[in-house]
């Protein structure tokens, strides 16, 4: 795990290639610098960092939860069906149950050794399966005198949403978990080398429980966060999650073994990705070419990656050379 | 005091401990001896709670630890050296510390001062403790391990195998370590394959034999018959096979390189290697002693320099050339860990015969049975998974599975770490008759006894350069030592 | 002192060792035929009409798209590179290079071999990314993303109908009652498996999942053998696209949705290793059978569609726990 | 200016938000929405979404937010209950916002303008005709009912898509006097595949009690139901007979009359309208009259359209019969013509 991320070559590229976005971006696209676009873009880079923190959270102990999507529809849907009696006691039901079924997800993993990957496409199916069963010919609807609530959230204040905030505020809180407490840390030692952790005397079991516990909740917040924006949640709704979520993380620079990656990393993925489809949006480009401009700057990512992989290694063997390199590397 | 009271442990079919019971005394060093698979690793990972015993229990001072999970046994004071290196090398050193720490928030600020002292206990002043460990080489790795260990200020310290991959002067410094330790009255438990540390620092010896307690002394009536009769339940004539005086000059060198040099061979390398030949390359870690062997093989890129094979030149692709490779960690890329037994053996061959074509699998299984004899690897293992076997049949199966399709040079990178004195002996006596068949042996070793005792020629490696090359017969066991450690014979 | 030594391993009682492991062998083989069993006899108690040879074909029939793909991917699978998501876009891309060079007037067989060849490209491309360290879940993901973008954008959205349909026979037509896609899904089974189990490459493919270090230091060339997975399965998906345009006489782009997904659960209810190295091909395709036997059975049951989905995530995450967990036992 | 019937946008923009046009539909849809801002000189802006809501709702928030504002917001929501946030969004700002493709739902009158484009419910009544037209059809050919009215299967698009349940209740609501006797109502998706597989599964447990007639949302299922009979053995247009609401893509299928009827639900003529709609609106003093109107489904010409929309505006879906003869049924296609278009143009895309 790379405390000093500035130095990181990777994060530098990152970074560079968001400036260049904007840049190109406020050029070209008429109306793209200002205010309310500005507070449209952080709320949605935060709606999506969400998912893509949880997605990290996974990724970091070296796993992946793929069913993150699902978890959202049917935690969105849970949220809104209890809106009649109360909002917010169906917004903590929701959460429970995600929080719950995450420790199952963990728990099994650690227990049995499965393939997280694979469980998760069992969940992705099953879970989009109860989300339909929950919403059998309507969606489940906010009812029309709470509406205030998705407006409340969408109201801007200069460039921030309260939506954005929410977001933020929350992505911020698990950045500062993973660095500063020892589950954190023992994350980022399972991500690394599971034996060797084990080894250590960390306990997976909490890890990966925490792990997925973790994404899963997220991955219900941003669900309900998006179905309160648009006061109703179907049982077809929120696939895109998946693809958008992956996409953040690894185009943020977290790598798929495990052991790295921070909400840093998430953010600006997030916001390289929300760039791309809002110049979508406000341009009126068909949507073939964001398909198309997302496949490939993952693609692109993913090449990077592996490019400064392997000088990595270079220089690891160059430094493998001479006794000395300790000291001459700081 | 530790009690170990009547501990068992079934995997599965395998009895890998059996009603053990012995006591630890406080304030001294007891080794815990035994070959490949006796369960001593087995009866560490119960003290470090990583697995839970079928039976049996442990007290220390009288009273049950609890060791149901790792945080358990490190909260009732008892902290581990696996055998398998465990820092992990996504992290930086004094991360590694933390997570050994006790406190839920963590101090990164403190960290490096606290971290600091047990570091330089080790010798590894010059570390920062922000240095990724990947940075750090495989002993300097095993080193951080055990400073963090002394970090968790315990009662019981148990390392398994510490030193296995250490040089001579890192040993040293392990050895203080737990003197030190020993004089504040701890209680340490310490297993090793390297005998001669017996008389260096432990005081007691428990012997393991397929799970059960073989024997129990103290150094001082130890001899290493009787360790050894303890540990094989037989007496080992001799460990090293007697060699073979050649008469008249050698055939043609089988393997030449001339002016080689590599990532982490600095200086160019001329050497060449003959039928029939036991060559050795020794070294420390890191001083590059594998690169002959890597460079031959094709595993590293030459920078400069030829390799020729026989008349004929350029690199090895191993199997067309007859050139076979063992890495020094079988366990990454030495077999087919969850296939059968057979067709790790078999995969050699197989791979020569290209990927287009038939098999027939039957007749596969069939043609590694010789090997399987010759490797003395029991009928009832070789449909087994690899897995199931013990350190030293699994070294069996990385070296066998090449003499499937006959090689003319053999690679062997550490071909006897963390291997029994019985399996060694075997070894030993098989790669020599290899050789007397006519196949070239090149290993590359840290261990000096293994070097002068069954090389026939050694190349003294320092600082990624060849400093010295011999016929271990003109060398004494302290000439070589210095020669790895400072490169040269007189001290600087 | 060889004997003595060799029977050291021996004395912790392998006799029961064997026995035990060889019971277990025996029910970890049986592991997967449990829920087809255990749903065609629950079928064919509750439902008239379920046993019947028709709707037993038509169940073949129904799984012989999913499955042909399976079987592809399982190729990935083994050789340790999990799963392509690229599939359905694969399939997507076939289906409209077939369609397109027909309707223009190219015979059908070259036709067919060009969608072939394309669609091997497209595996090769990927396959070489993944060999070269590149993770196959993303690079995948990423791949379909693009190339769905790409074809619709060449395709202009058209959907590409062919009369008269040439290959109508191959898509849609039956031999003996038996349709023929449903024959080509049995055939390609078999011959997978033999390839898998008997074929040079087959036992490399298996070596080089079960410790891809290992092959590589032996001599087995595993970037050129995952290349090669890679492009097998591209050609059951292509296979799949051009059987579906023969079956439908079209070529549509959103024609393969929710293809991965079946693919990948069949793979899994198959009970393939996931992490690569263990043989079995035929596993894939009996995956898919036992997939649309479960919605079959739930459909006669009149089960509603949000159910079937439930049930069908949760039997493949259970047959996959098990799955894992005698594996570990046997160990 | 004075309405002179002439259709003038100064090239100012009218965006329209709507799922993607990977579904051919829709690509058609755009085409003539592209022709009629065209023709009324407006600047067409067309932001998709991959039919996912949520996505949509992070658009259309874009979109209003921006300062350059659109003469009229088109909005086709991926889910029309779950859109309906967004749409209270976009008539909060003063830019008119019509409604297309989706019926707007009564929770929404007030914010839309007007409404363009299908009925479901009307589509659902011209399958309920065609459906009594087949009944007719099949007991003139002698064909034995296998129950009181007839057994019928339901093939409907895909769970939670409202337009197949609109089309379902207008079915029945138009078959309600004649009722046929239901044996499965199953979701066959939108295309030949899915109800190829959907009706072979259905047909081994529903065939003992006979299967007279199936109705499908589209020719898309139908065309693949059509092919799962006959590989069990029944003849359609003989022993079955098949009938759908609306044509999509695919005629095979009545061009050998094993689909005995169909709808004309023009994808091109929608897309064109509902823009024409937008265009009328402005044209007419930003009016629109009470009341709904169904666009009339003149043969040789495009009707003119020279009077302000009206809250409601639904395309054609004339009835097209081809019956079961396959000699006659190529022609009996010919001969249809809407607004001057062949079925051809209107179905095949
Ligand atoms: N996870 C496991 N599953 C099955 N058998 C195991 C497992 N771990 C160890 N064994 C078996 O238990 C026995 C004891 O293993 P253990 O690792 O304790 O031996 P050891 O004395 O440490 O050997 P070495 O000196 O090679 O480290 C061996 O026969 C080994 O094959
Ligand atoms: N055989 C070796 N001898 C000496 N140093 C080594 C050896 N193998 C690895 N190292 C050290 O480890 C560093 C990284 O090697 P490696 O690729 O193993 O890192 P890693 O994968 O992060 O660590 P690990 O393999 O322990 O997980 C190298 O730069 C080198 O300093
Ligand atoms: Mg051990
Ligand atoms: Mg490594």
Redesign the pocket.
């Given at each position: 795990m790379n405390a000093n991320f500035l130095k990181d070559a990777n994060f530098q590229v990152r970074l560079a290639i968001g400036v260049l976005l904007v840049l190109g971006l406020s050029a070209t696209i008429p109306g793209f610098v200002s205010v309310p676009n500005a507070g449209s873009i952080i709320e949605n880079v935060g709606l999506i960092g969400l998912i893509g923190t949880g997605i990290m959270l996974t990724m970091v102990v070296g796993q992946l939860d793929l069913a993150v999507a699902s978890v959202a529809a049917v935690a969105a849907i849970i949220a809104l069906s209890l809106a009649g009696v109360s909002i917010a006691l169906g917004i903590v039901i929701a959460l429970a149950v995600a929080g719950v079924y995450g420790c199952a997800v963990g728990y099994i993993i650690d227990r049995t050794g499965v393939n997280s990957l694979v469980l998760t496409v069992c969940m992705l199916i099953g879970l989009r399966g109860l989300a339909l069963m929950m919403t059998p010919d309507r969606p489940a609807i906010l009812p029309f005198e709470m509406f205030w609530i998705s407006d409340a959230l969408v109201a801007q204040w200069g460039p921030l949403t309260l939506l954005g905030v929410i977001c933020l505020v929350i992505i911020g809180i698990v950045g500062l978990a993973m660095r500063q407490t020892r589950l954190g840390l023992s994350m980022y030692a399972v991500g690394?080398?599971v034996e060797?952790a084990r080894g250590s005397g960390i306990s997976t079991r909490r890890v990966y429980m925490a792990a997925f516990a973790g994404s899963a909740i997220l991955g219900a917040i941003a669900g309900i966060l998006a179905a309160l924006r648009s006061g109703s949640a179907s049982g077809l709704g929120f696939e895109s999650f998946l693809l958008a979520g992956i996409t953040v993380a690894v185009v943020g620079g977290i790598p798929l073994e495990g052991g790295r990656g921070t909400v840093i990393n998430v953010l600006l993925g997030a916001l390289i990705i929300r760039l791309i489809s809002s110049a979508v949006a406000l341009g009126g480009i068909p949507g073939s070419f964001e398909s198309i401009a997302v496949g490939g700057i993952l693609l692109a990512m993913l090449l990077l990656d592996y490019g400064l992989g392997r000088r990595r290694?270079a220089?690891?063997?160059g430094?493998?050379a001479d006794p000395g390199?300790i000291q001459t590397q700081q | 005091m530790l009690e170990i009271e009547n501990l068992s442990k079934a995997y599965g079919p395998v009895q890998a401990l059996s009603g053990v019971s012995f006591s630890a005394e406080r304030g001294r060093v007891t080794a815990l001896l035994g070959e490949n698979g006796a369960g001593k690793s087995t009866l560490v990972k119960v003290l470090s709670g990583l697995i839970s015993p079928s039976s049996g229990e442990v007290n220390l001072d009288g009273s049950p630890v609890d060791l149901s999970s790792p945080e358990r046994a490190l909260g009732s004071g008892i902290a581990v050296v696996q055998q398998e290196?465990s820092?992990?090398?996504?992290l930086t050193v004094a991360e590694n510390f933390l997570l050994a720490h006790s406190s839920r928030l963590l101090n990164r600020r403190r960290a490096a001062d606290w971290c600091k002292p047990y570091l330089e206990r080790l010798g590894l002043g010059r570390i920062p403790a922000n240095a990724?460990?990947?940075?750090?080489?495989?002993?300097?790795?095993q080193l951080v391990e055990i400073a963090r260990m002394l970090a968790q200020d315990a009662e019981v310290l148990v390392l398994d195998e510490p030193t296995a991959a250490l040089a001579d002067h890192d040993i040293e410094l392990v050895h203080e370590a737990v003197r030190r330790l020993a004089s504040e009255n701890k209680i340490i438990l310490y297993i090793t394959h390297r005998l001669n540390e017996l008389e260096e620092i432990c005081d007691d010896v428990v012997v393991l034999r397929n799970g059960q307690l073989a024997d129990r002394f103290e150094t001082q009536d130890a001899s290493i018959n009787r360790v050894v009769h303890a540990m094989i339940g037989r007496e080992l004539e001799e460990l090293y096979p007697p060699r073979v005086e050649y008469s008249g000059q050698r055939p043609e060198p089988i393997v030449r390189l001339e002016g080689v040099t590599t990532d982490d061979l600095v200086q160019p390398l001329s050497i060449s290697v003959c039928p029939g030949e036991v060559v050795a390359t020794c070294g420390q870690?890191?001083s590059g002693l594998?690169e002959p062997l890597r460079a031959i093989s094709g595993i590293s890129e030459t920078r400069s320099g030829k390799v020729y094979f026989g008349s004929a030149n350029g690199k090895a692709r191993s199997v067309i050339d007859g050139v076979a490779y063992c890495s020094?960690?079988r366990q990454h890329d030495g077999f087919f860990n969850n296939r059968p037994v057979w067709e790790s053996l078999s995969a050699p061959a197989l791979a020569a015969t290209g990927i287009w074509g038939f098999v027939s699998p039957q007749r596969m299984r069939k043609s590694v049975d010789g090997i399987a004899e010759r490797m003395t690897i029991l009928p009832a293992y070789r449909d087994r998974q690899v897995s199931a076997l013990s350190g030293g049949n699994a070294q069996k199966v990385s070296i066998g599975k090449w003499l499937s399709n006959d090689p003319k040079v053999l690679l062997l990178?550490e071909p006897t770490r963390g291997v029994d004195i019985g399996a060694r002996a075997e070894i030993y006596a098989l790669l020599r008759s290899l050789a007397e068949e006519g196949m070239a042996v090149l290993f590359a070793s840290s261990d000096l006894d293994e070097v002068l005792g069954f090389g026939e020629r050694v190349l003294i490696f320092h600082g990624n350069r060849m400093v010295h090359e011999a016929p271990t017969g003109e060398l004494s066991r302290d000439t070589l030592a210095t020669w790895i450690t400072h490169g040269g014979l007189e001290s600087r | 002192m060889a004997d003595l030594k060799a029977d050291s391993p021996a004395s912790y009682g392998q006799g029961g060792a064997d026995e035990k492991s060889a019971e277990r062998k025996w029910l970890r083989d049986l592991t997967p035929f449990i829920p087809i069993i255990a749903l065609g006899v629950l079928a064919a108690l509750t439902i008239d009409g379920f046993g019947t040879a028709p709707n037993l074909i038509a169940i073949v029939q129904a799984s012989a798209i999913t499955g042909i793909a399976a079987i592809g991917v399982a190729a990935i699978t083994i050789c340790g590179k999990f799963v392509s998501l690229s599939i359905e876009q694969q399939a997507v891309t076939s289906a409209y290079v077939f369609a397109a060079l027909y309707s223009a007037g190219t015979p059908v067989a070259l036709a067919m071999l060009a969608a072939l060849l394309v669609s091997a490209l497209l595996g090769l491309i990927q396959g070489y990314l993944v060999s070269r360290g590149l993770n196959p879940i993303v690079t995948t993901l990423a791949f379909g993303s693009a190339l769905f973008g790409a074809v619709v954008l060449l395709a202009d959205n058209r959907t590409i109908t062919l009369n008269p349909n040439p290959i109508a026979w191959l898509g849609g037509g039956t031999t003996f009652g038996v349709p023929n896609q449903a024959i080509i899904f049995l055939i390609l089974v078999a011959i997978g498996s033999f390839l898998l189990s008997r074929t040079k490459i087959g036992r490399q493919l298996v070596l080089t999942g079960a410790n891809p270090e290992a092959a590589e230091l032996v001599g087995i060339p595993t970037k050129r053998i995952v290349m090669i997975a890679f492009i097998v399965a591209a050609l059951a998906a292509a296979i799949v696209g051009i059987l579906v345009v023969g079956q439908v006489s079209q070529a549509k782009s959103d024609m393969f949705r929710g293809l991965t997904i079946d693919v990948v659960a069949a793979v899994l209810v198959g009970g393939i290793a996931i992490q690569g190295g263990e043989g079995q091909l035929w596993r894939a395709g009996y995956g898919a059978i036992v997939l649309t036997m479960l919605s079959n059975v739930m459909l006669l049951l009149g089960v509603d569609a949000g159910a079937r989905e439930l049930l069908k995530g949760l039997l493949a995450g259970a047959v996959l726990i098990f799955m894992t967990v005698l594996r570990n036992r046997s160990r | 200016q004075e309405p002179d019937g002439k259709l003038d946008g100064e090239g100012k923009e009218i965006v329209v938000l709507m799922p993607s046009r990977s579904n051919a539909y829709l690509a058609q849809w755009i085409r003539g929405a592209e022709k009629a801002a065209e023709e009324a000189n407006y600047k067409l802006t067309i932001i998709e979404n991959n039919f996912d809501q949520t996505e949509q709702d992070a658009q259309a928030q874009q979109r209003i937010n921006s300062p350059n504002q659109p003469v009229a917001y088109v909005w086709w929501p991926a889910d029309n209950q779950a859109g309906l946030a967004t749409l209270r969004r976009l008539s909060r700002t003063d830019v008119p916002v019509f409604q297309v493709n989706q019926a707007v739902r009564p929770e929404a009158e007030n914010m839309v303008v007007a409404y363009a484009g299908v009925d479901d419910v009307f589509n659902g009544q011209v399958g309920g005709k065609n459906a009594l037209a087949a009944r007719e059809a099949f007991l003139a050919q002698g064909g034995e009912l296998s129950s009181e009215g007839g057994n019928l299967v339901i093939l409907k698009f895909i769970p939670g898509y409202s337009a197949g349940d609109d089309r379902e209740r207008g079915f029945l609501e138009a078959t309600k006097d004649a009722p046929f006797n239901v044996v499965a109502s199953e979701y066959a998706g939108f295309d030949n595949a899915s109800g190829y597989k959907a009706m072979s599964q259905l047909i081994p447990s529903i065939r003992s009690g006979g299967i007279d007639f199936v109705y499908g949302g589209s020719d898309g299922p139908v065309t693949g139901a059509v092919q799962a009979l006959e590989e069990v053995g029944l003849v359609p247009g003989k022993d079955v007979l098949l009938f759908s609401a609306t044509c999509i893509a695919d005629i095979s299928a009545l061009e050998s009359a094993k689909e005995f009827a169909t709808g004309v639900q023009s994808a091109g003529l929608e897309g064109w309208f509902s823009i024409n709609v937008v265009a009328r609106y402005f044209e007419y003093g930003e009016t629109v009259e009470e009341g709904t109107f169904i666009a009339p489904d003149d043969a040789d010409a495009r009707p003119e359209f020279n009077s302000a929309p009206s809250k409601i505006n639904i395309i054609p879906n004339p009835q097209v019969v081809v019956g079961t003869d396959p000699a006659t049924a190529k022609d009996k296609l010919a001969e249809f013509k809407l607004w001057g278009e062949t079925f051809q143009d209107h179905c095949v895309y």
């Open positions: 690394g080398n060797r290694q220089a690891a063997a430094s493998r390199s | 290196i820092v992990l090398s996504n990724p460990v990947s940075d750090l080489t495989i002993g300097e790795r870690l890191g594998v020094e960690d990178e | - | -």
